[in-house]
C-alpha cells in the first residue's frame, strides 16, 4: 500500500511578494532559493517554504488566513525571536511557553497568518 513519508514542502498566499521576502527572509533569516516568478522560496529544514500569489480571491477569505492550519517552524532560540519580533511590533498572538517539542510562541506574519515558532530539540536518542 502507498503511504505518506512526510511533510516536504509548505506554501501559503499572499499578494505583495516583496512584503514576504522582507518578512520571511528579512526579519526570520530563512534564506531565497529560486523560484517560480509568482512565489518567493525559502530553504527551510526540513521543507522548503514558499509565499506564492494567490490562486483565489483572498479578499474574500475570514479575518485571519490559514485559521486551522498549523505551520509550525523550528527555530533556535524562541525566546529570543520573540523579543526581536515584539521589539520590531510584530503581532505576536501569544508569548513563549514551554510545551512537548520544546520552547514556542505564535506570531501573526504581514498577511495575518499565525505562525509558530519553537526551539528546536534534539530528537535523539
Known sequence: MASL???DFVGIQADDLEAAKDF???????PII???PDAVVFDGKPAPFAVRKPL???SAAIEYLGAGVALWFA???????HAELARDQ???V??????????????????GYTITAHTAISQEI
Not at 24 to 30: A, C, D, E, V, W
Not at 97 to 111: I, L, Q, W
Request: glycine residues 14%; negative net charge; hydrophobic residues 35%.
Open 24 to 30: 520571511y527572509h528579512g526579519k526570520l533569516g530563512l
Open 5 to 7: 513519508i512526510g511533510i
Open 56 to 58: 483565489s480571491d483572498l
Open 94 to 111: 501569544f508569548p513563549p511557553k514551554d510545551g512537548p517539542f520544546g520552547r514556542y510562541f505564535a506570531f501573526r506574519d504581514p498577511f
Open 90 to 92: 510584530v503581532d505576536i
Open 75 to 81: 527555530c533556535d532560540d524562541a525566546d529570543a525571536l
Open 34 to 36: 529560486k523560484g517560480p
